[in-house]
Nanobody
Framework: VQLVESGGGSVQAGGSLRLSCAASGDTYRRNRMAWFRQAPGKERDFMASITTGDGSLYYADSVKSRFTISQDNAKNKVYLQMNSLKPDDTASYYC??????????????????WGQGTQVTVS
């Protein structure tokens, strides 16, 4: 499964962005999709995940009131709607996919496919 993110950019604090992740290849193998982010000098942190089958959602506490993950399985796309953005949200955002059963969706090691990332800058 190959993943390509888009939709990043620069935005003022309080603004919104919607990130997209397009999957290609053996997309039927996807079990769960997720968004992570990584700021310079920091760890890559879990943001949100969604199961491709029943659409179950899980969010990091830090973003659950502001970010929304969604999917369009017909288009093999996953989205991350980000509202009320803060300067602390500045990071590279990565889409991830797992083709296996996921026991803890918050762990980077649960995902075996990653995109190249898209930069989000909030000023």
């Amino acid at each position: 499964v190959q993943l390509v993110e888009s939709g990043g950019g620069s935005v003022q604090a309080g603004g919104s962005l919607r990130l997209s992740c397009a999957a290609s290849g053996d997309t039927y193998r996807r079990n769960r999709m997720a968004w992570f982010r990584q700021a310079p000098g920091k760890e890559r942190d879990f943001m949100a995940s969604i199961t491709t089958g029943d659409g179950s959602l899980y969010y990091a506490d830090s973003v659950k009131s502001r970010f929304t993950i969604s999917q369009d399985n017909a288009k093999n796309k996953v989205y991350l709607q980000m509202n009320s953005l803060k300067p602390d949200d500045t990071a590279s955002y990565y889409c991830a996919a797992s083709t296996a059963i996921v026991f803890d969706c918050r762990l980077r090691g649960s995902y075996n496919c990653w995109g190249q990332g898209t930069q989000v800058t909030v000023s």
